[in-house]
């Protein structure tokens, strides 16, 4: 079997724009719910903000030039909402619009393709103070934001992915509470989970509207729960909300139009009543392809009596007995995170997403990366661990793909060490060191091996 990539593979690298802009209150941003989460006490790691992230806002033409350095060919990054439209309404910042018409044409100057995410979790405060996602009123809002990006960038964008990570936006911001806005409320999450599918048809339609030949996304983060229980009928009845949860709830919106059986059970009232007549419709458009974002598999199997309940991500509204911590065997292969270590799952989640959802033209691998603790020795950082995660996936990946599964592109994550949301400058992603005082950056030995990767088109 050979070990390159079919020919035009989109090798590529990603970024979000919270993470690595900083310049918070440049040119007229407004606030965004991460600004003021970020702020307040308690919520980040060491107390960290994105105010000045990475400097990217300043450094982009840098940041072009490792990447030109690296080969790649595209460059996945997110639009800051409130930097285009500081309240969420419909009052535009041109100052705004022209940083990243600057960002788009450097990119195209330097012969690499700009993918652009519309929402990377940056939500307008102001909207947030509406309600934000759990207010049926977003999905007009986003609808308006996404006509005018295409209106503005479509000309040389091509490729638009419309929410990142919805799941993440709803259970985390909504329900548990460890990403911004912070909220602790189950029906709020549901809602808003509800409401990203329908604005991800919307927007959808929309820039379809303003470009008919773009191509238009969505990313989700996935993974495969492996079941180790399978005699239990507690754990495959749990294992099958989660899938459902997590897997199945967005791709099954805009396939079908209706969501699991087991989630309208599961969620009752609280998902029935904010289904309005006429939302399967509105559910349902022909997504021109997925993006996925994986990172580690999930376990479940069966718990002893003296173990507390789990309840992941506050998505389930009862306690249960189930056991979703990593296997004995591979619990010396956490990452920083403690995410296990399992590149065998990418090719078996991008495999399994042929075989369930056949009408899904192709995928790109839209984030794929590590943390760990680096180290610098005499300027130089050999992140050892990290170039065996990227190369182990990618092994995964191009099996799959030799099998014929349609992946089209890698994004690995992340260019840049970044902000990491709830964890600050405490975890480091990046195939790039940032030195947070001095804005240095220096590509790591990862960094290296992907250039290496890249131009062989394979390992």
Sequence with gaps: MSSNFPDGFLWGTATASYQIEGAANVDGRGAS????FSKTPGKVVNGDTGDSACDHYNRFDEDIAIMKDLGVKAYRFSIAWPRLFPAGDSVREERGFAFYNRLINALIAADIEPMVTLYHWDLPQHLEDEGGWANRDIVGAFVAYATACAEAFGDRVNNWITLNE???VS??????GVHAPGKKDFSLAIAAAHHTALAHAAAFRAIKAVRPDSQVGLTLNMNNNNIESPQDSEVLAIADLMDANLNRWW???FT???????LLDTYGDLLNGVIKPGDEELLKVKTDFLGVNYYSDGFVRSARPEDKPYIDGGFMPFPQRVDTSAPAHLANSLTAMGWVVTPEGLGNLVTRIRRDWPEIPYYMITENGSSYEDVIVDGQINDIERTRYLTSHLESLQKAVAQGVPVKGYFAWSLLDNFEW???YAKRFGI????YTTFKRT???SAHRYKEIIANNGL
């Design 432 to 435: 790039v060191h940032v030195d």
């Design 171 to 176: 259970w985390l911001g909504y329900s548990n």
């Design 256 to 262: 079908t139009g209706k969501y699991s059986q087991v």
């Design 422 to 424: 709830a964890e600050g």
């Design 33 to 36: 719910i991460w600004d003021t």
């Design 251 to 253: 791709i099954e919106a």
């Design 443 to 445: 590509p790591k030995a």
């Design 166 to 168: 919805p799941w993440c």
